[in-house]
DNA sequence: TTACCTGCAAATAATTTGCATCAGG
DNA sequence: CCTGATGCAAATTATTTGCAGGTAA
């Protein structure tokens, strides 16, 4: 796939960029989260990834999180992370409670209504975490 | 101040209800919240309440949870927690991320955006997260 | 060659559990 | 009384740090 090639040229550009290198374990990482269909724990990168050792994880997602290729996203009790706004369009997620299934949510609204009120409150914005819970059709049934 | 009175009758009330016993440490566990005025962590409740030991702060929070008279608040690496909504109208936070100052903000529009992606998307609403970041006017000089 | 990066071990921090005792209803 | 609640100790889990050797640039 074409877009994957650029994709990956990107994720080089913005290392560098940070001064950082270019290393299999980041790479390996980043094809992780490009692959995946909704956030990854550590943990689950991690035994996507048997030969690389759990700690260099933790080190490396946060080298990428510092080079902006990685976005954290708190998830209930989860510290989860995906790949940052640069490969993949803002936006949020709807998970059900019960089977775990997250579905991508985009809502140009929200983000107005963000910003408006960071004016209102003379707030100069860095980011926002927001998530919706509830259950899914299927787990209704 | 006697809206102090009927909050406390409703904390009795809700833990009755859900077979939990009143108990010193679970009071005083409420007053704390009641007081503060911004999420709070299990390790700051316990620093206002010396004379309970950590891990009671820890259980009895959990059950507070369960008889939801305090709600949990994901902020960006912390877990925090408040009173629900029976206790103060529903309202997110707008935090500054150098100084931690935290706001309350209402806005109806974003709990009607709330819903309408839930139905889009055939989603039984359980709960949301949605918490706003930047920095204040008095850290921007 | 010069950092940064990685693996391995070990420390630290955060949260949970077991058990005996205490206390609410 | 009976059962949930608490204190204390200890276990478990999650995350971070130190250091020596490895590797990108």
Known sequence: MQNTERKYDE????????????????RRIFEVLLTANKPLSI???YKQLPETHLVSVYRSVDVLLKARIVKFIPQGFKRLYELSDSFKAHHHHA????????KEIKNTEIEKIMDDICVE?????????FEIFG?????LN
């Open 135 to 139: 259950i899914c059709q299927n787990c």
């Open 43 to 45: 943990n689950e990168v």
């Open 95 to 102: 998970v059900c409670e019960l089977c775990g299934i997250s």
């Open 121 to 129: 409150n003379g707030l100069k914005p860095t980011k926002h975490h």
């Open 11 to 26: 994720f080089e550009k913005m290392l560098r960029f940070s001064n950082f290198r270019i290393t299999q374990t980041k």
